[in-house]
């Protein structure tokens, strides 16, 4: 069984540019959520995708934006990069639409924005 | 507003040496608890999910116990390898996402 896998591994943008974060669930799996960890706090709700569609979204501005394929893999975009925006960025995935179930998460992406 | 809160911070254990971690929460109708240990960099990696009061779950050195209000990660005998933070997460009210809360940083040495 394969787990969560995200690329790449590591970005360095410039304020001001645009991103792209990938992630591909784990088997089985049809539920993608995305979330940021800055650097001492624990991971903060992005959004959430189900059968391709966003239903579920943290308090972040329209910048984020998401995508979910038909095979449940997903997209983080950022665009008008700002330094704040520096961070760990986690997908998790897991087997339901509810938050009740066993949530897995991937090795993460960290963004470094200068 | 829902909120978790971890105590301590920050653990320094000797190896061998047994504590708690806690793990409070303010949500309505709680849906599962989580359990994530945390290595440097990396993703949290799952442990536990408690569902109700008074469950009780174990793996290895570690075991979750669920109140109506907290939950407590007991560490027995630990080991440097056990050095991580340990975080732990609620579903929200919505049942989209969880809330997380800061983590414990736990350091155990030899």
């Known amino acids: 069984e394969t787990g969560v896998t995200q690329s790449p591994t590591h970005l360095i943008k410039t304020r001001g540019q645009q991103v792209t974060l990938r992630c591909s669930s784990q088997?089985?799996?049809?539920?993608v959520s995305w979330y940021q960890q800055a650097l001492g706090q624990g991971p903060q709700f992005i959004f959430q995708?189900?059968?391709?569609?966003?239903?579920g979204r943290g308090n972040f501005p329209p910048r984020f934006s998401g995508l979910q394929f038909p095979n449940y893999s997903s997209e983080l975009n950022v665009n008008a990069l700002e330094l704040d925006d520096s961070a760990l960025y986690l997908c998790?995935?897991?087997?339901?639409?509810?938050?009740?179930?066993?949530?897995?998460f991937g090795p993460g992406t960290r963004l470094t924005v200068t | 507003e829902d909120q978790v809160t971890q105590s301590p911070e920050a653990l320094r254990l000797q190896e061998g040496e047994s504590s708690s971690l806690n793990c409070s929460y303010t949500?309505?109708?709680?849906?599962?608890l989580f359990w994530y240990r945390q290595d440097p960099g990396k993703g949290p990696e799952f442990l536990f999910t408690?569902?109700?009061a008074g469950e009780e779950k174990e793996k290895e050195r570690l075991k979750a116990t669920l109140t109506k209000k907290e939950s407590f990660l007991h560490i027995t005998a630990p080991k440097p390898e056990d050095s991580a933070t340990y975080l732990c997460?609620?579903?929200?009210?919505?049942?989209?996402?969880?809330?997380f809360g800061k983590g414990t940083t736990l350091s155990v040495s030899s």
């Open positions: 998790a995935s897991r087997a339901g639409q509810g938050a009740s179930y066993e949530q897995y």
């Open positions: 088997s089985g799996h049809n539920t």
């Open positions: 995708y189900y059968r391709e569609e966003e239903n």
């Open positions: 949500v309505s109708g709680l849906r599962g």
């Open positions: 408690l569902y109700s």
């Open positions: 997460a609620v579903p929200n009210q919505a049942g989209t996402a969880l809330i």
